[in-house]
Structures are given as C-alpha cells and as structure tokens.
C-alpha cells in the first residue's frame, strides 16, 4: 500500500517525465525479490507504462542514429529485462509508441527530406532494428515483424517511385486492448482443446472396453451423434470434401474433421477445436 501511495505521488508531482521514470524503477527494483511478479508487473502497469508510452510516442527519430537518444527506450528494455514490466505491456509499448513512431517518422523523412539518400534511410532502419531485436523474445512477436517489413516495404516503394500510403500513429492503449484479447482467444482455444480432447478419450476408453478392442475417434463421435439421433457422415459431394487432406464428415449439418485426438468443425468461416458438447449444440441450433 504503501508503494503504491508513493509511485503515485511521484506520478502526480514529478513533471519531468525522465526524471519520474527513472525514480519509479528505482523505487520498484529492491522489491523485485520480495514481492510475487505479478504484484510488481501491476504496479508498473498502473503506475509508469503509460507514461512511458506517452514519452516514447514523442521520441524523436533523428535521422543521423550516432545521435539519436536511446535512454527511455534502453530503460524500457531494462524493466523487460528485470521482469519489471509485463510482456503484454512490453510488446504493446514496442509495437505501438516506438515502432508506429518509427514507421511514421520514417515517413516524414522520406517526404520532406530529398537530400536524404536510400543508403541514409536504410542505415537509419537496420540501426533500429538491431536495437529493437536485440531482445530475443521480439523475434518471433508476428506483428513486429510485420511493422518492420512494412517499412521496407514503404522505403523501397518510395524510392521505386511509387505511391507510399502515410502510416498512422498507433495508440498504445489501442494495442494493449488488441493483445489482451489475442491471449484471452489464445487461452479459450487451448481450453476448448483440452475439453475435447478429455471428452473424446474418455468415450474412446468406454466403447474400447465394450467392444474388447481399439476405438477410433470417428466410432466416438459416430456413436455420440447416434445417441442424439443425429446423422453422422463422410462428406462427398462438393470440392469442400477435404480440409489439410483431411476427410471431412458432416455431424447433423456441421462440417467436422479429425485431427489426432482433437475435432475440429467449421464455424463461421474458421475450423475451431470442438468439444462434444459445443457438436451438439452447433448440429441442433445451427
């Protein structure tokens, strides 16, 4: 309670944003050791990461790197180092106030400064993606990749004399809400997997023991959509009759395939893991 009074105070009567940044790490790094991670990522979260992301989204890019900055963004890197800062909080504050504002001053060099040659843009963006992915877990985050071959992508439009679309400044607060709901999916897929998987294995083990002898997840599911005088079939008419190689069946009129222990039926336009339950449900009230 107590460190949160004084990170807020310093949040409310520290002006100087580097100044406050660095106090508030230095205020939280002695309890790395004492308080639970998560405890200490939250007090982050509340009380530095969006000011920092403020700090960064006005960084300014400087098209000779020998003077460019780097203070809040090597301690933006520290606090990811230390555990300070959250992963989620981490890429957000990368993808959002450093690379966007990399990507849109980029942008700006490229229209304003004609005297700027392509070997000068191409140093200034090799320079910050060695920066950026020095850091081993931004190496394989799909959306920095994609921004970064997004800004090749414009500088080498730009000097083929094609049109180059200005980017748009992205909020930090916009890629948080995005992230979190790409782990909340992520999580709730491993979830229906592992409901699926425990629903079909455990029919699998009982039809073994009745029948004394191996049983596929097609005579599980088969026998599912017997009980619930539901039709269950291979698919075969249309080219839709395979997905991956594949077969496709249809459980009443859902389309289903099989994949080691786990069903997946298409809703909507995406093939999601599928557990008995959620089968029924889509083949009734589909």
Not at 19 to 34: D, G, K, M, N
Not at 59 to 88: H, P
Not at 142 to 161: A, L, S, T, Y
Request: hydrophobic fraction near 40%; include cysteine.
């Amino acid at each position: 309670r107590k460190l949160r009074a004084a990170l807020s105070l310093m949040n409310r009567s520290i002006v100087n944003d580097t100044v406050f940044l660095e106090s508030a790490v230095s205020c939280l790094e002695p309890w790395r050791s004492t308080l639970k991670r998560d405890v200490v990522q939250d007090l982050t979260s509340r009380y530095i990461v969006q000011r920092m992301s403020q700090v960064l989204s006005r960084l300014q890019i400087r098209a000779d790197v020998v003077t460019q900055i780097w203070g809040v963004v090597d301690l933006c890197f520290r606090m990811q180092r230390t555990a300070l800062m959250s992963n989620i909080d981490f890429f957000s504050v990368i993808e959002g106030p450093i690379l966007s504002n990399l990507s849109v001053s980029i942008y700006g060099l490229l229209s304003t400064n004609k005297a700027m040659g392509a070997q000068s843009i191409a140093e200034m963006y090799l320079s910050w993606k060695k920066k950026i992915l020095q850091i081993p877990i931004l190496r394989g985050d799909e959306m920095v990749c994609r921004i970064f071959f997004g800004i090749v992508r414009m500088i080498h439009d730009f000097f083929q004399g094609n049109v180059v679309s200005e980017p748009r400044p992205i909020e930090f607060s916009n890629v948080l809400i995005r992230r979190r709901k790409e782990e909340r999916d992520e999580a709730n897929e491993v979830l229906d997997k592992i409901q699926s998987r425990d629903s079909l294995e455990f029919r699998k083990r009982s039809i073994s023991r009745r029948n004394d002898g191996a049983a596929s997840f097609r005579d599980v599911v088969e026998e599912f959509a017997q009980e619930h005088e539901i039709s269950f079939r291979p698919r075969t008419t249309g080219k839709d009759r395979t997905e991956d190689g594949k077969p496709i069946f249809l459980f009443g009129k859902v389309p289903l395939y099989f994949d080691a222990n786990v069903v997946f039926c298409l809703q909507k336009t995406e093939w999601r893991p599928t557990s008995l339950e959620q089968l029924l449900f889509l083949a009734r009230f589909r």
